[in-house]
């Protein structure tokens, strides 16, 4: 019986004889193992955002009886096509919430580090919950649907508030620990930005709940800025890792 010998490469000498020598892959080290995973996952928040914004708008602008200045992007789940919202609010949400990891792993032992991952990722479970309760039709959208003061609201629609109040209360704060995050570090452009997508929402959804002209408009505005901000914040850090 012979003895396995690892793999050899023959490698010519001076003297034109020929040794051999063994050869072996180097094998990936633990940190740019873990650099592949927090890369990984900083791309699902990177895709989240411009991915909910395509659909939501997109449906917006074609589907018929549909108007943003009076219905809320939520309304986009019922109807025939209304699987499509709802399966964009999961799949969004889902990402947004893996996600949250890289920028955990990104943001590790940084004013804001701690909180600002775990507000992104609790905004991301209230995406899967507001897809997973339907709001009510209302205020004829889809076509032949209540006013808004004859429709009778049931549970669902509530249940879909308060999922959505959860997420958008979870990025309003989550962008204002990001700009505390990009002071702290001396990045003043980011850290004024971040504030100024946490604004957006928070004005937008304000303006909605106060039952403002438009209010829906204002607070589409103020979701997909917020969103895509978060989006943008782990783009630059999955640049830099």
């Known amino acids: 019986m012979t003895a396995q010998t690892p793999a050899q490469t023959r490698i010519p000498t001076p003297a034109g004889t020929v040794s051999s020598a063994p050869s072996s892959a180097p094998s990936p080290s633990p940190s740019s193992r873990t650099s592949a995973v927090t890369r990984s996952l900083l791309a ?4 989240a955002s411009p991915l ?52 955990r792993r990104a943001l590790r032992g940084t004013p804001g580090g701690t909180w600002a991952p775990r507000l992104v990722r609790i905004a991301g479970i209230g995406m899967i919950a507001a897809g997973a309760f339907v709001m009510d039709p209302l205020d004829g959208f889809p076509l032949g649907a ?18 959505g109040s959860v997420t958008f209360t979870s990025l309003i704060a989550a962008c204002y620990v990001l700009g505390r995050h990009f002071g702290r570090a001396g990045n003043r452009r ?28 204002t607070l589409a505005v103020g979701a997909v800025t917020a969103m895509l901000w978060v989006s943008v914040v782990a783009y630059g850090k999955r640049r830099g890792i």
Request: aromatic share 10%; glycine share 12%.
């Open 190 to 217: 980011y850290a004024i930005a971040s504030r100024i997508a946490g604004t957006a929402l928070l004005l937008g959804n304000g303006w909605a709940m106060s039952g403002g002209r438009a209010g829906t408009l």
């Open 52 to 103: 909910w914004a395509f659909v939501s708008l997109t449906q917006a602008a074609t589907r018929q009886g549909f108007d943003i200045t009076r219905h809320p992007l939520s309304a986009l789940s019922n109807g025939s096509l209304g699987w499509l919202q709802i399966t964009n609010f999961l799949l969004a949400g889902a990402l947004l919430a893996l996600g949250a990891g890289g920028l």
């Open 44 to 47: 699902c928040a990177v895709a």
């Open 146 to 163: 209540p006013s808004a003061e004859t429709a009778t609201l049931t549970w669902h629609s509530y249940a879909h508030f308060a999922a």
